[in-house]
């Protein structure tokens, strides 16, 4: 299983990024996929996550901000950003619990997000 995230950079503060995650290895379509954040000196975030169904959730530090979609043709989740501020700043991950393999955990690598301000 591989999750490839890419997309991160430098942005200034009120700025938008993207983050894609390309999923393989796994029945992408038949699973929930989030996306975390761990920020300097900071737990790890759930940020986002969208169902198989297209349903999503957001902690109130990002609603209204972020929107995570998915294209299941291209087995890719995203995480749009925009307002984005300094505490936004951190090492974003896609993550996919496959409940079609025993609940198995994966984690993609990492890209990081830094905003200036």
């Known amino acids: 299983v591989q999750l490839q995230a890419s997309g991160g950079g430098l942005v200034q503060a009120g700025g938008s990024l993207r983050l894609s995650c390309a999923a393989s290895?796994?029945?992408?379509?038949?699973?929930?996929m989030n996306w975390y954040r761990r920020g300097p000196g900071k737990q790890r975030e759930l940020v986002a996550t969208?169902?198989?169904?297209?349903?999503?959730n957001y902690p109130d530090s990002v609603k209204g901000r972020f929107t995570i979609s998915r294209d299941n043709a291209k087995n890719t989740v995203y995480l749009q950003m925009s307002s984005l501020n300094p505490d936004d700043t951190a090492a974003y991950y896609c993550?996919?619990?496959?409940?079609?393999?025993?609940?198995?955990?994966?984690w993609g690598q990492g890209t990081q997000v830094t905003v200036s301000s």
């Open positions: 993550n996919v619990v496959d409940e079609t393999n025993y609940g198995r955990t994966y």
């Open positions: 290895g796994i029945i992408f379509s038949m699973n929930t």
């Open positions: 969208i169902t198989r169904f297209g349903s999503t």
